[in-house]
């Protein structure tokens, strides 16, 4: 199955919560920015590492994963919250969306 979560850390990047907010089926998981956003001010996390899997084992980020990453990174701006990173897991392998210019 589909999980998409966050980290969510303090002013200084310290990690102090993490949560799994969205599941789905074993090919995708539908994320709802808003309740990520919301979650976030909730916590008063002033910073977020993104996270989801993919089950079938390929480390490879979708046009839709790079796009709502995105969206995300520009919904957190307006509410002072850094995406930090977002890594893509799959199987024994991790993918950073910062690494690749993506975040």
Not at 7 to 35: C, I, K, M, S
Not at 89 to 94: M, N, S
Request: hydrophobic share 40%; glycine share 8%; charged share 25%.
């Amino acid at each position: 199955m589909e999980c998409f979560g966050a980290a969510f850390t303090d002013q200084q990047h310290r990690h102090f919560a993490t949560q799994v907010l969205f599941e789905g089926t074993v090919g995708r998981a539908a994320v709802y920015p808003r309740n990520l956003m919301k979650r976030a001010l909730e916590l008063d996390a002033k910073g977020m590492i993104l996270f989801h899997n993919h089950p079938g084992g390929t480390p490879q980020a979708s046009s839709e994963d790079i796009e709502l990453t995105r969206r995300m990174a520009e919904a957190c701006t307006a509410l002072d919250i850094k995406i930090l990173d977002h890594f893509l897991v799959a199987g024994r392998e991790v993918l950073s969306f910062k690494e690749n210019g993506w975040c």
